[in-house]
C-alpha cells in the first residue's frame, strides 16, 4: 500500500513540472520525459494496488474461516451450563453474519486504512512542500471533516449495537417456524407466525433506518468540504500566482493533493462505518471464545467404564442461574416467563437421591412433570454436574471420567428424536462410525427398526430428510434406540424413547432388550406402567425426591401414588396424564407448605426450560 500511495503522490508534482518547465516553455522534451514518467508511476501503482488487493482478500478471507473455525471448535467443548448461556440462533448469527461484518472490517483495516492514512500524511506533507500557507486550508478542513464524521460514527454504532440481538431473535423465529411447520399448518397460525416475523423485522427496519438516517449524512458533508476546500484554494491560489507567489503547476498539484487528502478521508469515514458495524459482532464473537467449560477436568481421567453400575451417594442438584445478557433482548424475550425465579437464584431441582442400581438391571423410572426425572439421567453422563453428593458409574465417581469415555458407554435417546439429514446408514453410524451394514442391521433388528427399513425401496440407503421429517414419530425413536445400541453401551437411557411406539412393538424391544442386552444396565423413563412393570427395579419420583423404589408388586403394597396409577390405566384405559400423576401426588402427601410449594414450581419450570435447552440448543 506504502508503494501504491508514493506513486500516486509523486504524480502532482510530475504534473506540476509538465505545466511549468513544458507547456509554458513549449518544451515538447520535457512534456514527453514528464508524461512517460507519470504513466509509469501509475502503472506501478496499479500493480502494486492489485497485489495489495490479492493479499489483502487472502488474509481477511482466512481470518474469517480461523475464526469462525474457532467459535464453532469452543462450543463443541461447552457443557449444558454453557449453552444455557446463549441460544442456537444467537450462536448461528456469530457464526454466519457477525464473522462475515468481521471479514468486511478487516479486508477495510488490511487495504484501506493503511493506503487512507499514508495517502492523507503524504499528500499533506507535499502540500506543505509546495505552499505552507495553501496547506493550512487543507489542515483546516481535515480537522473539521474528522470531527464531524466521529460524532456521526459514534451515534450509528449505538444503533448498530441495538440491531444484532434482534438478529438473533428474527433467526430464532425462523428456526422455530419451520421446524414446527407441520404444527404451524395444522393448527392454522400461519397468519400468526407471519405476524410476529414481520414485527421482528419491522424492530430491525426501524433501527437500521436510524443507522442509515446518521450515515446518509456523511456523503453531503464530504462532498461539501470538498468542493468548498476546491473552491477556496483556487480562489486563494489564483491571487497568489497574481502576486507570483505561487505558479500555475504548483496550483494545479495542490488541487491534485486537495484531492487526494479529501479522498482519504472518505475512505477512513466508509472504514469507520464497517468498524463500527463489526465492533459489535466482534464483542459478540469475544463472548463465544471467552466463554470455557465450566466442567472441571479430571488431573488423571480414567479411560475405562468398567461397568454398567451406578450409585447415587446423597445427590442434590440444582440448575446454574441463567445470565442475562443486557444488550441481548431476545434472550430477554426467550426466557422472560421464568426470569423472576431463576433470579432468586439456583434452587434444588433433586434432593438427597439415593438409590444403587447393579450392572445388567433393568430399570423404571415414572413421576410427573416437575418431577426431574430427565435431570436424573442427565446427570449420569455428566451433561451437568451434581451439586451436591456423588454419582458413580462403574464404581467411578463420573467427575474422574474422560468425558468422551464416559459417553461413549452411556448411551442417551431422548423422547424428541434428533435424525440428521443424509441416509439411515449415516445416521446410524453416528453411534459408531466403524460400523458396518451387519453392525447396523442387527441394532435395527433389537430395535425393530428393520421392520419398516426392509419395506423401504433403497433400504439402509434411504433417504433422511432434515430432523426425519419424511419418518413417523414411532420410526424415529426406533431409529434412535438402534443408532444408540451400536455405541456398544454399558447403560442405555430410554427418555421416553417408546412413546409413539405401538405397545406390541414396545414389548418386542422389551424382550429383545432381556435376551440380547443382559449385561446392559437399562434405565427407561417412561408413561406406560406396561414398559416398567417387569422392571427389576421401579424408581417412583415425586418432586425431585425417590418417593418409593422397589419392583412392580413392591410397590402396589407399599407406595400409594404408584398404586393409583396403575389403578387409573388399568381402569380408565391407556396413559395417565401428568398432571392427574400431580394431582395423585397431592392427594397422598397432603398439603405442602408455601415454602415446597415454592420449591416446586421452581423445579418445574426450571426442568421444563432446561430440557427445552437440551432437546432443542444443544443440538
Not at 32 to 46: I, P, Q, Y
Not at 356 to 368: E, N, R
Not at 585 to 609: C, I, K, L, P
Request: charged content about 20%; aromatic content about 6%; proline content about 2%.
Amino acid at each position: 500500500m506504502i508503494g501504491e500511495v508514493a506513486c500516486e503522490m509523486i504524480i502532482p508534482l510530475l504534473m506540476a513540472t509538465l505545466i511549468d518547465q513544458g507547456v509554458e516553455k513549449g518544451d515538447m522534451g520535457v512534456i514527453s520525459r514528464t508524461a512517460g514518467l507519470m504513466v509509469l508511476m501509475a502503472l506501478c501503482g496499479l500493480t502494486v494496488g492489485c497485489l495489495g488487493s490479492v493479499f489483502g482478500s487472502r488474509a481477511a478471507t482466512g481470518f474469517a474461516k480461523n475464526l469462525r473455525q474457532d467459535q464453532y471448535d469452543n462450543i463443541q467443548t461447552f457443557s449444558f451450563s454453557n449453552i444455557d448461556r446463549f441460544s442456537t440462533p444467537s450462536l448461528v448469527t456469530r457464526l454466519t453474519t457477525d464473522v462475515m461484518n468481521i471479514q468486511n472490517a478487516f479486508m477495510m483495516i488490511l487495504r484501506m486504512v493503511p493506503r487512507a492514512f499514508s495517502s492523507l500524511i503524504i499528500a499533506m506533507c507535499m502540500a506543505f512542500v509546495v505552499s505552507g500557507t495553501m496547506a493550512l486550508i487543507y489542515l483546516g478542513a481535515v480537522v473539521v471533516l474528522g470531527t464531524i464524521l466521529g460524532i456521526l460514527m459514534n451515534i450509528a454504532a449505538k444503533y448498530f449495537r441495538q440491531a444484532f440481538p434482534e438478529y438473533d431473535a428474527m433467526n430464532e423465529s425462523v428456526e422455530e417456524n419451520v421446524t414446527a411447520m407441520r404444527a404451524v399448518k395444522a393448527f392454522a397460525r400461519e397468519g400468526m407466525q407471519t405476524r410476529v416475523f414481520k414485527a421482528t423485522s419491522k424492530r430491525i427496519y426501524d433501527i437500521f433506518l436510524k443507522a442509515e438516517l446518521v450515515l446518509a449524512a456523511v456523503d453531503p458533508i464530504i462532498q461539501t468540504t470538498v468542493w468548498g476546500c476546491l473552491l477556496l484554494i483556487s480562489w486563494v491560489g489564483s491571487h497568489l500566482i497574481v502576486q507570483d507567489q505561487l505558479t500555475t503547476g504548483d496550483l494545479t498539484s495542490l488541487l491534485m493533493y486537495c484531492m487526494n487528502i479529501l479522498m482519504s478521508l472518505v475512505m477512513l469515514s466508509m472504514t469507520i462505518v464497517m468498524i463500527t458495524m463489526s465492533s459489535a459482532s466482534a464483542r459478540r464473537i469475544a463472548e463465544v471464545l471467552e466463554e470455557k467449560d465450566d466442567m472441571p477436568v479430571a488431573a488423571h481421567p480414567v479411560e475405562q467404564v468398567r461397568d454398567g453400575s451406578i450409585e447415587f451417594r446423597h445427590v442434590d442438584f440444582a440448575y446454574p442461574a441463567v445470565k442475562l445478557s443486557e444488550n441481548d433482548p431476545a434472550a430477554k424475550r426467550r426466557i422472560e416467563a421464568t426470569r423472576q425465579l431463576i433470579a432468586k437464584g439456583p434452587e434444588n431441582v433433586l434432593t438427597d437421591i439415593n438409590l444403587t442400581i447393579p450392572s445388567g438391571s433393568v430399570v423404571g423410572v415414572i413421576g410427573g412433570t416437575g418431577s426431574s426425572k430427565t435431570t436424573l439421567v442427565n446427570l449420569i453422563p455428566r451433561l451437568y454436574d451434581v451439586t451436591g453428593g456423588s454419582l458413580t458409574v462403574g464404581g467411578v465417581d463420573v467427575r474422574d471420567y474422560d468425558r468422551t469415555v464416559l459417553r461413549d458407554k452411556v448411551a442417551v435417546v431422548l423422547q424428541n428424536n434428533v435424525l440428521f439429514s443424509g441416509t439411515i446408514l449415516s445416521n446410524m453410524r453416528w453411534g459408531n462410525p466403524n460400523a458396518t451394514v451387519d453392525d447396523c442391521r442387527r441394532a435395527c433388528a433389537i430395535a425393530c427398526a428393520d421392520e419398516f427399513i426392509d419395506r423401504l425401496p433403497d433400504g439402509y440407503e434411504s433417504k433422511v430428510e432434515q430432523g426425519g421429517q419424511n419418518f413417523s414419530g414411532g420410526q424415529k425413536q426406533r431409529l434412535c434406540i438402534a443408532r444408540a445400541l451400536l455405541k456398544d453401551p454399558k447403560v442405555l437411557i430410554l427418555d421416553d424413547s417408546t412413546s409413539a411406539v405401538d405397545t406390541g412393538t414396545d414389548a418386542k424391544i422389551r424382550h429383545a432388550f432381556a435376551s440380547q442386552m443382559s449385561d446392559v444396565t437399562k434405565i427407561i423413563i417412561a408413561q406406560r406402567i406396561s414398559s416398567v412393570q417387569d422392571a427389576d427395579m421401579i424408581v417412583v419420583l415425586d418432586d425431585g425426591r425417590i418417593s418409593g423404589v422397589g419392583t412392580h408388586d413392591e410397590l402396589m403394597r407399599s407406595n400409594e401414588i404408584y398404586r393409583s396409577i396403575v389403578e387409573l390405566q388399568t381402569q380408565g384405559g391407556g396413559d395417565f396424564d401428568e398432571e392427574q400423576f400431580a394431582q395423585l401426588s397431592s392427594e397422598v402427601t397432603g398439603a405442602a407448605s408455601d415454602a415446597n410449594d415454592t420449591n416446586a414450581v421452581t423445579g418445574d419450570t426450571q426442568d421444563d426450560v432446561r430440557n427445552d435447552v437440551d432437546d432443542k440448543e444443544v443440538r
